[in-house]
């Protein structure tokens, strides 16, 4: 599997605290949601940003793989 883009939505603003642990994505502020874009290499790394979120209390709203021509 080759590296994808992925959209992730979270119910709420994140905290600038926690936004420090997700430095490596583009944060963007759709109110109601924090919505973040990133590469990630594999679904492990999916599934690790899943996690982090869920360890960060917040709530999760969608995670969507972006199709190559839908770069944000």
Do not use: C, F
């Amino acid at each position: 599997m080759t590296d994808a883009t992925y959209q992730v939505r979270v119910s709420g603003l994140i905290p600038d605290e926690l936004l420090s642990e997700l430095q490596d994505l583009k944060v963007s502020v759709e109110p109601p949601e924090t919505v973040l874009h990133g590469y990630l290499p594999d679904q492990s790394a999916v599934v690790g940003l899943i996690s982090r979120i869920h360890g960060m209390g917040l709530r999760l709203i969608e995670v969507r793989r972006l199709p190559a021509d839908d770069l944000p």
